[in-house]
C-alpha cells in the first residue's frame, strides 16, 4: 500500500514538473543549440561563434521595428533551470536581436523578459553613451515571451481583525 501511494505522488510529482518546463523553448529548438560557452566568451569573440547556434535569457531595453523586420536590444540574464531569465541584477553584456518577421513593439516591449534561440551572425560596434561596445548579433530562429511576475511575496495572507495583517 505505502508503496503504491509512493509511486502514485512520484508520477505526479513528475507531470507537475513536466507541465512546469512545458511552454518554454521547444524541444526542437533546443536541440538545434550548438554553443556551449559562456555569454561572457560569446561577447568577447562573437565573431568566432558565427554560424553557432545559441539560447540566451535577457531584458528588451530598445525595440526598433520597421517594414518586415525589428531589432531587439537585449540585456543578456542567466537562465533558471526552466530557462526563464533570472531575476537578478547580474548580466554578461548585451546583444542584438533580430527577427525577421515585424514584431510588435506593443507586445515586444522595453523590460520584456525573453529567452530566445537563435544563430550567431557576428558582431556590431555601437556607442552606449561614449563607450565603443561589441555587440553580438543574433537572428531569432525561436522566441519565448515570459509574463512579468509582479507578486514576489510568499503566497498567504494572515490577518486578524479589522486593517490589521502579518
Known sequence: ??????????????????????????????????????????????????????????????????????????LQLPLDASRRPAHTDSSEGRFILRSKPFLDPAIYSVGTLMTVVGQVQGSEERLIGNLSYRYPVIIAEEIKIWPSRTDSGPGFH?????????
Open 1 to 74: 500500500m505505502r508503496k503504491n501511494v509512493l509511486c502514485k505522488l512520484t508520477v505526479v510529482l513528475w507531470m507537475v514538473w513536466a507541465i512546469g518546463c512545458a511552454g518554454a523553448i521547444s524541444k526542437q529548438a533546443r536541440s538545434k543549440v550548438t554553443y556551449g560557452g559562456s555569454f561572457r566568451a560569446l561577447q568577447q569573440a562573437p565573431d568566432k561563434a558565427t554560424g553557432e547556434i545559441v539560447m540566451l535569457g535577457g531584458k528588451i531595453i530598445e525595440v526598433q521595428s520597421s517594414g518586415d523586420h525589428s531589432e531587439l536590444t537585449m
Open 158 to 166: 494572515f490577518g486578524i481583525g479589522v486593517g490589521t495583517s502579518f
